[in-house]
């Protein structure tokens, strides 16, 4: 299992303008390459009209699924640039299409390789990437009173709160990676002097939003 990857934060598009020529980029995070060929072909069908459809996927823990089709442009113009810009951000489990309307002129093999690439990274960029990680869910249990210092821990040592509960007593839900949890553990007792519950739950994905990582 992944402890660590990188993904686009959401589905979307974002369209450029390039000689007249409208080219539209979807993304979408796909677990298979099934869903990633449904959504080729529903990017295709919403736009039957186009003059192209290219795509590109990266899929799989190890990256073992690589998908470039050039849908009719110049071979290696459009699919594999599209996938170049995937794989240089290291990206997991996502699918591109980028759908061109023809303007009238022709932008020659160097164009169409800058265009098709500058379409998917400007489209990350626009919609936004997030890295997740493997973490163990921790609940801490306090009296009211130790909100305050609690609280401040967790901010400086950048842990988020994931869910918080007050009842009689409140209840921090944390995320902490499970090599980092026996120190965690041990700073948040010697803060509270050992009036402090833990629970644990499973592991699970925790994914935080990345700022201007994708190629310009």
Request: hydrophobic content about 40%; some cysteine; aromatic content about 6%.
């Amino acid at each position: 299992m992944l402890t660590h990857y990188i993904t686009i934060k959401a589905a979307g598009e974002h369209e450029i303008e390039i000689k007249k020529s409208r080219f539209i980029c979807q993304l979408a995070r796909a677990d298979s390459e099934t869903d990633a060929q449904a959504f080729i072909a529903a990017c295709k069908k919403k736009h039957y009209k186009a003059n192209h459809s290219c795509s590109a996927y990266v899929i799989g823990e190890h990256d073992e699924h690589q998908h470039a089709h050039d849908d009719g442009e110049p071979a290696g113009t459009a699919g594999v640039p599209m996938l170049e810009v995937l794989r240089r951000q290291h990206l997991k489990n996502v699918v591109a299409v980028t759908t061109r309307y023809f303007g009238g002129t022709k932008l020659g093999a160097g164009g169409l390789i800058r265009a098709y690439s500058n379409s998917v990274s400007q489209a990350l960029t626009e919609i936004g990437l997030v890295e997740g990680r493997l973490q163990k869910t921790v609940i801490i249990t306090i009296d009211y009173a130790q909100i305050g210092s609690l609280e401040h821990y967790l901010q400086q040592q950048a842990i988020a709160i994931a869910a918080a509960s007050y009842l009689e007593k409140v209840a921090l839900t944390i995320m902490v990676t499970e090599s980092d949890v026996p120190a965690v553990q041990a700073a948040i007792i010697e803060l509270l002097s050992g009036q402090v519950t833990f629970e644990f739950g499973a592991e699970q994905y925790s994914e935080t939003i990345l700022k201007n990582t994708a190629d310009q």
